[in-house]
């Protein structure tokens, strides 16, 4: 596309477009300068895992705060106890449910705690082709690569950049 600047006569080009993204009306809000967010009812666990390629949509999602009752949901969708979510939100049964009941967020903390915990999990479960058993099989497996298992790795926010960052060499083809 070219663009004529009116005083100099002269014709530049604009930079090429990205490909499109897929359009997601509450993602484009959470976004967008907009001072009101979306219900927190809006929010589910497959906008939480779309945020991937969207830092800045990830990072107003987590202000904004993630409902409680997705942590049930990250539970049942990749098939681990909850136990698990409750331990890297460093968040008691107790408190987690009385959130639930009273449909609150989670802190901002806690909130991207599971944002990039769910990423991490879903980016690995669609390399094992959906196949819970597969993804189960690398979670609890020691690595050479990583000195443990992944599972491990899921509890810090250093451990969560640096699985995704594996996962994306290994789906490249950069790791083998």
């Known amino acids: 596309m070219a663009v004529t600047h009116a005083k ?11 490909p499109a993204e897929e359009v997601n009306p509450v993602l484009d809000a959470i976004s967008g300068m907009a ?11 497959d906008l939480v895992i779309q945020s991937r390629g969207r830092p800045l949509a990830g990072a ?3 202000q904004h705060g993630i409902p ?3 942590v049930t949901a990250a539970a049942e969708r990749f098939d681990l106890p909850k136990d698990f979510f409750l331990e890297l939100l460093a968040v008691s049964k107790a408190t987690l449910h009385r959130m639930e009941q009273a449909n609150r967020a989670l802190k901002v903390t806690e909130s991207d705690a599971l944002k990039d915990a769910s990423q991490v999990l879903d980016k690995a479960l ?3 082709q959906g196949d819970r058993r597969i993804l189960h ?15 491990e790795f899921l ?7 640096l699985l995704a960052s594996l996962l994306d060499r290994v789906q490249s083809g950069a790791y083998a």
């Open 126 to 128: 669609t390399m094992a």
């Open 35 to 45: 001072s009101k967010l979306p219900p927190l009812k809006a929010i589910n666990l």
């Open 155 to 161: 509890k810090t926010a250093d451990g969560r950049r």
């Open 60 to 62: 107003r999602l987590a």
């Open 8 to 18: 100099r006569g002269r014709t530049a080009k604009s930079a090429p477009r990205a």
């Open 137 to 151: 099989a690398w979670l609890y497996q020691r690595m050479p690569a990583l000195d443990g298992a992944p599972i």
């Open 68 to 70: 409680a009752q997705l």
